[in-house]
């Protein structure tokens, strides 16, 4: 039996996999698929510091890429010691997820496009807009979202901008209200997928789904606001000519950032039926049966006892897979 560590504070939904109940059912999960697990709740670096130092573990999972009381928003790092990857490898204390470099390179969008580009993986046309930088000249319609954030956090359908008028008022609301950089990239129109990849080396697997949302639920575009994520109403949905592909992207793109664990991967088709990466979530959500990644495996790997049975399963998959993966099986 080995004993996990996870890691929560009130950044937990925002950043990672959910708030305290999604915590305590992965905690719950962990013990009853036979290891141990302990919750250590931190709104500090010093409370940090102390779970680590103090308590009784055998790896750690974080649902925190860095420490903030930030409940709703990611936002950006305020500086290079608060991020919990880099003190984890300071210490030498092994951790599920990627490492500090590719979690920093995950969050921030921009960087994640360049990496993928650079590596010839498909993704959308993409400037990074600071306060003060001009604005690019570009091929409309085009989309506009913050730099640091997940869970379409700061994305409606004035996202999608047709003129240089648009663009402009759009860049400046993420400026304003997130206080962070814009991302503006080519709109996808096509339909959205999602691959996960859970494991590693011979416990690795890419689980492909099609997302699904009511087209009733869409405003002006086909796309996922914020007001759709987190309650329910997205599904996934098997996939079948687009599987080959979707998952080949995924595999590419987790190999030039370097994944590891449990990573997310969402893609489009564009305007001409081209799969591009759109974002890879270091730090899939885990609400039991609502969250894409348990959808996902109970769709590949249902079982008799139902979904919350599964959830336990794919939690054990993660936990097991990264304990091979750090020599403590």
Same mark, same amino acid.
Request: glycine share 6%; aromatic share 8%.
């Given at each position: 039996?080995?004993k ?19 915590t ?16 250590a ?6 409370e ?46 092994p ?27 498909s993704?959308?046309?993409?400037f ?10 570009l ?23 047709n003129?240089?008028e ?14 962070q ?15 996960l ?10 689980l ?21 994520? =987190?309650?329910?109403?997205?599904k996934?949905?098997? /996939?079948? !000519?687009?599987?080959? #592909? @979707? ?5 590419? *793109?987790m190999?030039?950032l ?15 039926g ?9 730090i899939?959500g ?6 894409w ?5 109970t ?6 006892? =139902? ?6 399963h794919? /939690?054990? !998959?993660?936990?097991? #897979? @990264? ?5 403590l *099986?």
């Amino acid at each position: 039996m080995k004993k996990v560590l996870l890691i929560t504070g009130p950044a937990g939904d925002a950043q990672g996999w959910g708030d305290l109940s999604v915590t305590q059912h992965i905690c719950q999960a962990i013990i009853d698929t036979g290891n141990d697990a302990e919750i250590a709740f931190v709104n500090t670096m010093e409370e940090f510091y102390q779970a680590i130092e103090e308590k009784s573990y055998d790896i750690v999972w974080s649902a925190l890429y860095h420490i903030s009381s930030k409940s709703e928003t990611i936002g950006m790092s305020e500086g290079e010691d608060n991020w919990l990857a880099d003190i984890l490898d300071t210490k030498k204390i092994p951790y599920i997820g990627p490492n500090a470099a590719t979690m920093k390179a995950l969050i921030h969008k921009t960087h994640t496009h360049q990496i993928l580009k650079e590596a010839g993986v498909s993704v959308p046309y993409h400037f990074q807009i600071d306060r003060g930088d001009d604005l690019p000249d570009l091929d409309y319609p085009a989309f506009v979202k913050p730099s640091y954030e997940s869970r379409s956090k700061g994305i409606s359908d004035e996202s999608v901008v047709n003129s240089r008028e648009e663009l402009e008022k759009q860049v400046a609301y993420i400026h304003t209200e997130f206080d962070q950089p814009a991302l503006v990239e080519e709109y996808l129109p096509g339909q959205e997928y999602t691959v996960l990849m859970l494991g590693n080396g011979e416990h690795q697997e890419f689980l492909a789904g099609r997302v699904e949302v009511d087209e009733k639920m869409f405003g002006k575009y086909p796309i996922l606001r914020a007001d759709l994520r =987190g309650v329910g109403v997205t599904k996934i949905r098997p /996939i079948n !000519h687009m599987t080959k #592909s @979707a998952v080949q992207l995924t595999k590419d *793109a987790m190999e030039a950032l370097n994944c590891l664990d449990h990573v997310r991967a969402d893609m489009r088709l564009d305007a001409n039926g081209k799969l591009k990466i759109i974002e890879v979530n270091g730090i899939p959500g885990l609400k039991p049966i609502k969250s894409w990644s348990p959808q996902m495996f109970t769709m590949h790997h249902p079982s008799q006892e =139902g979904p919350m049975e599964d959830y336990k399963h794919l /939690i054990d !998959h993660v936990v097991s #897979s @990264a304990l091979v993966r750090c020599d403590l *099986a």
